[in-house]
Structures are given as structure tokens and as C-alpha cells.
């Protein structure tokens, strides 16, 4: 067995946003250790809507649009080298996705959003369409009369995100990652030009540390010179019994997965408690069977909570440490979509040691000192 001094890179946790990093270094030859809290977890990786989401994000940073539509352009090659690597299927799929409108009110609010969106400056191409009942009814068979209207764009889509954990873990270790479950992080010490991890598995030795550890990552930043300020965000989600294919496209909160069953989803919770409750598993199902009446007739056969990772301002935070040079961190709250960006993108600057600023000074948590003095 290779010795743990042996590492290139230590990246502290093995949800998705590690896993992809991971995945993404250890593709390039470089040694890996993940170390992890295992499946014992909370983690958002494993309770996550699964979709590839481009429109609506970046309203107040344009490089964040930028960011999610070069990953949701680089999914097709991601999905395929995970195929080609593991033989398993992600189920990616493009088709564009709608955000759909339950009244006057949301259908004013969505315009509002979609055009502040586009008017900004340095946005990427992205056509976004606004659509009256009419024509979602013609492209949604099914669509419930409650629908006001909604938005459409077609680089979103969808995937199974379970399968693409699972791939992204089976492809890294193929490529020589070691993973390394009940391995929590206790303490990060700079050691002979790298770094000393204290784990409750023991100690391990890298070149060069990668901090994914999703909530955790907020107390293990300052111990190499970091801040990453990131709270949980509860998302609760409904999943029914598996029906007859009709919806052909995701919406940004009623999807139908490849194995048939409707997810019906997230909300968005400030709680700490990855916990689930009628009143707003209600508002779900509620609001899912508005948009297409026939969901009201299914089974539901789960309901989970899972927390959400997330800054103050709601972009990510991608930085490496000026005192701890080799230190670097990662957290969003889109790490499925973001995943192809993490494997092809970002590994390959922290293979380099390096995070270009002209691409990532924009992501630094430095923009949340500038936020308290303004
Ligand atoms: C309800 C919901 C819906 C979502 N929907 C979408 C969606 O549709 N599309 C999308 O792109 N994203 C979505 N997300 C977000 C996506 O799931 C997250 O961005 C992603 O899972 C975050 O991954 P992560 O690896 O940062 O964190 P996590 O999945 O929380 O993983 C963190 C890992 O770090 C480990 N860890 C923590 N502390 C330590 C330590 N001290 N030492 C070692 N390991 C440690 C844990 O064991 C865990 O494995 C959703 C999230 C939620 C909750």
C-alpha cells in the first residue's frame, strides 16, 4: 500500500464537489488521497434535485453566470468519459428546462429576474425565453390550467446525481485515488514544504491540500489561512412512485428521473436540521400538482431533507491561501451542475498550483470583507 507521505494532494471531504476535484487530479496522473467522513455524513451530495441549471444563476455576478454555462457546455464530455471510464450511465440529458409561474405575481417577479439577468454586463450567450400558457401548454402536454406562464432555456438539463457520485468515486479510484472513509479532519499543520492532516483515521502527509468539506469547510479554512464562511440551507424533497413518461423536459422543480419516479421539489429553509415536515412537503406536492394535475394521483414513496451549502451571497467560494501556499478551497451549492467544471477546470489550476485570478479573483471570500466595510 502506497505511504501516506506519498500524496500530491489531500482533498478533505468525498461529497460531490471532492469527488469531482479528486476525480479531476487523479485523471492527470497526480497522487490522491480523499479523506472523508464516510457514509455516516450529512451530505448534500446525497439528497440533491440533480439538475444541471443554468438559467437564473449569476444576478449580481455575471462570472458566475460565465462559470455554470462553461460547465453545463463541458457535461456532455463529462458524461461521457464517466461511461467511458466506468461503464455507468449518468443519464445526462439536455433538453432545456422551464421555471413555471403559479400566479400574476411569480409570472411579474420571473419577467423581472430573467430581464435584470440578461441586462447585465459581461453576461455569456444565453437565450432565455419567456413563455405564456399557451405555448407551455404546447410543448408540456399535461400542463394544469394554474400555469401562468414561465421561463425556458436550453442549456439546462438534468441527470441521475447518485449514479454520478457514484461514477465520479469508481472513475478516480480507477485512476489510482485512494479513499479514505472515517478519515474526519481534525487539524491541518504546514509540514516540510506541504501539509500534516490529523484525521481520526490517523495522520496523512500531502504536497497540497484541497478543502470540499461542504459545511465543514467553514472551520477547517482558518487552520491554512482560509475563510469560507458557508451555512446549511434546508432543501426538502418528494419523490412518488414511478409512471408512465410525460414530462420530456425538467422544471426547475418537478422532474421526472430516468427510472420513472417524479421528484417533486426543494425548498429552500434557513435550519440547521436535515429534517422533514408536512407543512412544507405540502406546498410541494401542492404547487408540483398545479403545474401537471395527474402527479396528484401518484403514490409518493420518499420524502428526505438533505442541507444545502451556502454563502452569504450565495456564489461560490474558490480560493487558494496566500500564508499556506498549496492550500486550496472550493464550495457552492451547485455541485452537480458544477461538477464538470471542477473536474476539467479547477483540478487542473490546483494540479498546477495555481488559481488564475483573471478566472477566480471574482469567487475569493475576499468579496465578503469588501461587502462589510461598503
Ligand atoms: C435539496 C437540495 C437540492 C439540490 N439540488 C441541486 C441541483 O439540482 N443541482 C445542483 O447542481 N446542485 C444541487 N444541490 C447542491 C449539491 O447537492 C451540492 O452543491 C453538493 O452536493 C455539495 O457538495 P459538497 O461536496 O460541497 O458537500 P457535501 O455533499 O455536504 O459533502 C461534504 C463532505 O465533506 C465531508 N467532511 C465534512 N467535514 C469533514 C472533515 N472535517 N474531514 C473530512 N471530511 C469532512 C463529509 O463527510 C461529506 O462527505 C442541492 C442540494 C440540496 C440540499
Request: with cysteine; hydrophobic share 40%; proline share 5%.
Amino acid at each position: 500500500m502506497q505511504a501516506h507521505s506519498d500524496y500530491d494532494v489531500a482533498v478533505v471531504g468525498g461529497g460531490l464537489v471532492g469527488s469531482s476535484v479528486a476525480f479531476g487530479l487523479a485523471r492527470q496522473g497526480q497522487r490522491v488521497v480523499v479523506l472523508d467522513e464516510g457514509d455516516v455524513a450529512f451530505r448534500a451530495s446525497r439528497g440533491n434535485f440533480a439538475l444541471v441549471w443554468v438559467q437564473s444563476k449569476g444576478l449580481g455576478m455575471p462570472a458566475y453566470s460565465r462559470w455554470t454555462v462553461k460547465s453545463a457546455q463541458a457535461w456532455p464530455a463529462l458524461a461521457q468519459e464517466l461511461a467511458d471510464r466506468t461503464a455507468l450511465d449518468v443519464c445526462y440529458e439536455r433538453p432545456g428546462g422551464f421555471h413555471l409561474t403559479l400566479s400574476e405575481r411569480e409570472w411579474t417577479h420571473r419577467q423581472g429576474v430573467m430581464q435584470r439577468l440578461s441586462a447585465q454586463a459581461d453576461m455569456p450567450e444565453v437565450s432565455f425565453e419567456m413563455l405564456e400558457h399557451a405555448e407551455l401548454a404546447r410543448r408540456l402536454p399535461g400542463l394544469g390550467p394554474d400555469v401562468v406562464g414561465g421561463s425556458f432555456c436550453p442549456l439546462d438539463g438534468h441527470c441521475n446525481s447518485l449514479r454520478l457520485f457514484r461514477a465520479l468515486h469508481v472513475a478516480g479510484q480507477r485512476c489510482g485515488l485512494h479513499y479514505r472513509a472515517f478519515h474526519g479532519v481534525d487539524r491541518i499543520d504546514p509540514h516540510g514544504g506541504g501539509f500534516k492532516l490529523m484525521t481520526t483515521g490517523g495522520e496523512v502527509q500531502a504536497g497540497k491540500v484541497v478543502l470540499t468539506a461542504g459545511i465543514g469547510n467553514a472551520r477547517l479554512a482558518p487552520m491554512v489561512g482560509l475563510s469560507i464562511p458557508v451555512r446549511p440551507q434546508r432543501g426538502q424533497i418528494i419523490v412518488t412512485e414511478k409512471a408512465e413518461r410525460f414530462l420530456h423536459f425538467p422544471i426547475s422543480t418537478v422532474r421526472q428521473t430516468d427510472e420513472g419516479g417524479l421528484m417533486l421539489g426543494d425548498s429552500q429553509e434557513e435550519a440547521v436540521d436535515p429534517v422533514v415536515g408536512t407543512p412544507v412537503l405540502s406546498v410541494l406536492a401542492d404547487r408540483a400538482a398545479r403545474m401537471f394535475p395527474r402527479i396528484a394521483r401518484l403514490n409518493v414513496t420518499r420524502t428526505w431533507a438533505a442541507l444545502r451549502v451556502m454563502t452569504r451571497d450565495g456564489f461560490p467560494v474558490y480560493e487558494q491561501s496566500a500564508s499556506h501556499p498549496g492550500a486550496f478551497g472550493a464550495t457552492c451549492h451547485s455541485g452537480v451542475t458544477l461538477a464538470a467544471n471542477h473536474v476539467f477546470t479547477f483540478a487542473d489550476h490546483v494540479a498546477r498550483g495555481h488559481l488564475p485570478p483573471a478566472e477566480f479573483e471574482v469567487f475569493s471570500s475576499r468579496r465578503f470583507d469588501v461587502q462589510k466595510v461598503a
